[in-house]
């Protein structure tokens, strides 16, 4: 089954709700938020204007308006429901205007904005250089771009050689993710683009106690496993009880390998 964000245009409201609710869990948790401020707060500072590709429900948005202070945001994405749910959530802030688009045709102008930022798209993207190409286009030139989003390949709720578990892990790669190495391929990609002055940093995100994120992400590949033929409905549920029955029982342990990455444009591009 193709990742599902390939088409996230035309998926129906209850997968646009879960969609949504997984993207608000993973923005609250207090170690997302740590992660998130980290690599948010080397972007300059008050930028007249910044660019989210991928925004969807606004989740993201607010920890950039809280971390990277833009005068200005405008958020895209091509999902007229998440769209809609950014604008009921920002509905009383004039800084936050959110309309449709995606990462190969935002509908903005040349050299717009001041800084550019895609947080956990590029995973689900068939054409990275395209995105690259228009993040150029519509940044002013000394823009920054950033791009932020998991080395997937890493995902890992294994506790031992062989634990079935992570086959809800393997499941989310085949069907919620369109590339897990991106990440690993994007420094090159973004200096081919001509792009300069790029640094990358890892952020470990690790989830134990109480790892909402995580159970979401388990529970949403588990179905679309289902849906996809590879599981029998009784054992996609079997691996969701067995992902709780560990967070009941102290053991649960899951991690992920996050990557940041920001360049510039040349000032004499």
Not at 134 to 144: D, H, K, S
Not at 157 to 182: C, E, K, S, W
Not at 218 to 229: E, L, N, P, W
């Amino acid at each position: 089954m193709p990742d599902l964000y390939l088409s996230i245009s035309s998926q129906s409201d209850d997968v646009i709700e879960a969609v949504a609710a997984s993207m608000d869990k993973r923005a609250a948790e207090p170690e997302m938020r740590r992660i998130c401020a980290d690599y948010m707060r080397a972007l300059p500072q008050s930028a007249e204007v910044l660019l989210e590709i991928g925004c969807g429900n606004g989740s993201t948005t607010g920890l950039l308006l809280e971390n990277a202070r833009p005068r200005a945001l405008v958020g895209v994405d091509p999902s007229e429901g998440l769209i809609e749910r950014g604008r009921r959530r920002f509905r009383d802030d004039p800084v936050v205007e959110f309309l449709v688009g995606d990462a190969l045709a935002t509908g903005q102008g040349d050299g717009m904005f001041d800084v550019v930022v895609a947080h956990t798209v590029f995973s689900h993207l068939a054409d990275p250089q395209g995105a690259l190409a228009e993040a150029w286009r519509v940044l002013r030139p000394g823009g920054t771009l950033a791009i932020f989003d998991g080395d997937y390949a890493t995902n890992t709720v294994a506790l031992f050689d062989g634990d079935p578990l992570q086959a809800t892990m393997t499941a989310a790669q085949r069907n919620l993710i369109h590339d897990p190495y991106v990440m690993r391929r994007l420094p090159a990609l973004v200096r081919a683009a001509g792009f300069g002055a790029c640094r990358t940093r890892a952020h470990g995100y690790m989830q134990t106690e109480t790892p909402d994120y995580l159970l979401s992400l388990i529970g949403r590949s588990v179905d679309a496993a289902a849906a996809a033929g590879e599981f029998g409905s009784e054992l996609a549920a079997g691996l969701a009880s067995e992902a709780s029955r560990r967070v009941a029982d102290g053991t649960f342990y899951g991690a992920i390998l996050f990557v940041s990455l920001i360049a510039e444009k040349p000032l004499d591009a």
